[in-house]
Structure formats: C-alpha cells, structure tokens
C-alpha cells in the first residue's frame, strides 16, 4: 500500500502551497499522519503530525505559524498548507502514516506507511 503526495511545485518566498495525501483503497483514520521532507545534501526532518483520535496537531518549530496540518477522513486524505515559504522549507516533502504514536514525537524510523514525495522549490 502507497500513500501518494501531490501539491508540490515551484513558488517565490513568501508564496503559498497546499500538499495533499491520499490513500486509495484503504482506510487511515486510525492512523496517526505525518509530514516529513529533506532538503538536498541533508537528512529527512520532521514537519507536522496529526492524530486519528483528537486531531491533535504537532509541529517543527521551524514551521509553527506557518504551516497547517490537517485530515479529512471521509476522503481518505491529510493535507499540509504551507504558507510564507522560506527558501529553507525547500524539499523534498513525504506523508507517513503510523498506528503507533511516535510519528506525534517527530519519530521517521519504522513508520508503517510512506508516500513517494512531492518536490517543493522555494524561489528567493
């Protein structure tokens, strides 16, 4: 099973993007879900967890203000708007998925499920 990104693209500092997640053909809303992205000669971070049981949300304190996460279970899909680009958020950007609660903690290792990644160029 894959998860698939989708929203990526090319935007000027200051811009704004809206990453998108969907898992077709099964059912996440008991996954806890995940932002993670890594930028060119440096290792994966985290960005952003949500939870299936609260929608409690976590976040890099790099992104805090700027981002939001979100879920829609009904469609089956997470999403990650990103407003106020720095040329520093450019990467590579990966969804998780995880029954666990380490994803909440920022944990990248030994997650259940992961999406293929969407490139996000921030222009300055």
């Known amino acids: 099973v894959q998860l698939q990104a989708c929203g990526g693209g090319l935007v000027q500092a200051g811009g704004s993007l809206r990453l998108s997640c969907a898992a077709p053909?099964?059912?996440?809303?008991?996954?806890?879900m995940g932002w993670f992205r890594q930028a060119p000669g440096k290792e994966r971070e985290f960005v952003a967890a949500i939870s299936w049981s609260d929608d409690s949300t976590y976040y890099a304190d790099s992104v805090k203000g700027r981002f939001t996460i979100s879920r829609d279970n009904a469609k089956n899909t997470v999403y990650l708007q990103m407003n106020s680009l720095k040329a520093e958020d450019t990467g590579v950007y990966y969804c998780?998925?995880?029954?666990?609660?380490?994803?909440?903690?920022?944990w990248g290792r030994g997650l259940d499920y992961w999406g293929q990644g969407t490139l996000v160029t921030v222009s300055s």
């Open positions: 998780a998925a995880d029954l666990s609660l380490k994803i909440l903690t920022g």
């Open positions: 053909g099964r059912t996440f809303s008991r996954y806890h």
